[in-house]
């Protein structure tokens, strides 16, 4: 998958996490923090919620934690789908 792909995912996760902050999903960018685009612990949470189902992944609560921009959930994406292609 291309950032450019995860990117977009995201964005129809945050939609989903949070339909009515559809309008500031435009501003999302791989460059943006968690906060500023009004993403809460618990919007976060159902958004890995969303891509774990997704995806078929399961993120460690420790790893989700961590992740305070959106490159960072970028990355963490990246690095879970790239351990189910090794195991495919």
């Not at 500023?36 to 774990?52: D, K, N, P, Q, T």
């Amino acid at each position: 998958m291309t950032n450019e792909q995860i990117l977009a995912f995201i964005k129809e996760a945050f939609v989903f996490a949070a339909p009515e902050q559809a309008l500031t999903v435009e501003a999302l960018t791989i460059d943006s923090t968690l906060g500023e685009i009004g993403v809460s612990s618990i919007i976060a949470l159902e958004m890995a919620g969303y891509i774990e189902d997704k995806l078929g992944i399961q993120f460690a609560d420790d790893e989700f934690a961590q992740i305070g921009t959106i490159k960072g959930f970028v990355n963490l994406i990246r690095q879970h789908t790239k351990v189910l292609a090794y195991k495919n």
